[in-house]
């Protein structure tokens, strides 16, 4: 991909062009910022987006975002502002509120958190005291930062164990990780998955938590969407607490959301100055505020209250069946093709590929596919013996291509693009012949096709 040269100057005193710039910045457009940002626009439009936690959101999600509502501080929830002026934004974020209710049938929904790590932060300080033990997914296996990686908050402030998927099925086995919880007593279950393309037993986890006394914490920042519309598991009726982000599948701004399927009175005997027991609800809330953030971004709120009423609609059922019809056919294709997919396949919206029948590291994958304009991210693999800063895999998604309308027959052709670049990923020119490819199938698509 060729993209416009931008004109962006060093800021330093020996450049008089920029010093004026800056000295009349009030006066005029930020050229600099607004060129890069048309450049980012004809990146996405020319290029093949596989990155499984990126998509593309309506043009109404984004005019919600850009809007007067940034100029609004409204510490608090509705109704209870610690700020004058509130009133339409209270509506704002009611509407928010039902929404992500009626979405997931939950019964209470926290749409304030900045992200899904923050969101996730919030259910740990609700739930968990500084050293308490809690078992999650493994990273390398396809779990999350935030699932109590040592280098994460979570790994830090909490005692973290792990379970992981099995090296021949790629899949996890629940008599393991029940085993596990026996063994080891945590005080929380995290399921959730980052890079875990198999559908997941909430059910199943919510048995291992009831026996070994653990609460059952969901992080389904993943397969949201897809989960939404009924097309995979839900953990609402099976999960004390359930996560998401508000972006990947759900086709939202970038932000988090935290929900129960039924509040319910604390187990862990907090009462009100009147002696009351208080709710879960009331604990999660002030875990986001003040517990854990400020004031909450009210256009991103009102971006995230659009994007659910989006999801609620039939069309959005529509575009969650084609994103699994895609997964499942790229994956086929990739698998005809010779390169190993975890557990074989996929439910989901991605698929994790163990690149070292290849010969070739994720990171070299990687640099390949974006000089062919195709948008990836190296990924560690079960039982990897490679670093995180090079890995042995790549995680692909296809969120992103599906809202750009593709089906399962442009799948065939880019299995093929992502072939030939791994195959020729020390050769540049054939690269960027495959990258001029590359853009002349996606130019005339739309970021946002349904």
Do not use: W
């Not at 990155?51 to 005019?63: G, T, Y």
């Not at 907090?270 to 604990?283: A, F, Q």
């Amino acid at each position: 991909m060729i993209l416009k040269k931008s004109i962006y100057l060093p800021r330093n005193r020996s450049n008089e062009k920029s010093i004026k710039q800056q000295n009349n910045f009030n006066m005029q457009r930020d050229i600099d910022i607004f060129e890069l940002i048309e450049d980012e626009r004809e990146r996405q439009e020319l290029g093949i987006e596989l990155i499984a936690s990126e998509n593309f959101v309506s043009d109404q999600v984004m005019e919600a975002a850009g809007s007067v509502l940034t100029n609004k501080y409204a510490e608090g929830y509705p109704g209870k502002r610690y700020y004058g002026g509130c009133e339409v934004i209270d509506e704002i974020e009611q509407i928010a509120i039902d929404r992500a209710k009626a979405l997931f049938g939950a019964e209470y929904a926290n749409v304030q958190p900045h992200s899904g790590s923050q969101a996730n932060a919030a259910v740990y300080a609700t739930c968990l005291k500084p050293g308490d033990k809690i078992l999650g997914f493994d990273l390398s296996h396809g779990g999350h930062l935030t699932h109590g990686s040592p280098v994460n908050f979570s790994g830090r402030l909490y005692e973290p164990v792990f379970y992981g998927v099995e090296k021949e099925t790629g899949r996890l086995n629940y008599d393991n990780i029940l085993e596990i919880a026996k063994r080891e007593r945590p005080k929380m279950i995290v399921a959730g998955a980052s890079a875990y393309s198999r559908d997941i037993d909430f059910k199943r986890f919510r048995e291992i938590a009831d026996e070994v006394g653990a609460i059952l914490f969901a992080d389904i920042a993943h397969p949201a969407g897809l989960i939404a519309k009924g097309l995979l598991n839900d953990p609402i009726p099976h999960c004390h607490i359930v996560t998401t982000t508000t972006h990947k599948t759900l086709r939202g701004p970038r932000g988090g959301l935290i929900l129960m399927g039924k509040d319910f009175e604390n187990p862990f005997g907090i009462k009100t100055p009147k002696g009351e027991v208080r709710m879960m609800s009331s604990l999660l809330d002030s875990a986001v505020f003040p517990g854990n953030q400020g004031g909450p971004l009210e256009h991103i709120i009102a971006a995230k209250a659009v994007a659910f009423g989006e999801a609620l609609s039939d069309d959005f059922l529509y575009y969650a069946i084609q994103v699994q019809k895609n997964a499942r056919k790229l994956a086929s294709v990739l698998l005809a093709k010779g390169y190993d997919i975890i557990s074989k396949g996929t439910d989901n919206h991605l698929m994790l590929i163990d690149l070292r029948n290849k010969n070739v590291s994720g990171k070299e994958a990687e640099e390949a596919l974006g000089k062919a304009d195709i948008t990836v991210n190296k990924n560690m693999v079960p039982f990897d013996t490679r670093s995180p800063f090079v890995t042995s895999g790549i995680r692909v998604g296809v969120s992103a291509i599906t809202t750009r309308g593709l089906k399962e027959a442009d799948m065939e052709r880019i299995a093929d693009f992502i072939d030939r670049a791994i195959t020729n990923r020390d050769n540049d020119e054939v690269l960027e012949e495959i990258a001029e490819e590359v853009n002349m199938f996606m130019e005339d698509r739309p970021l946002f096709a349904y």
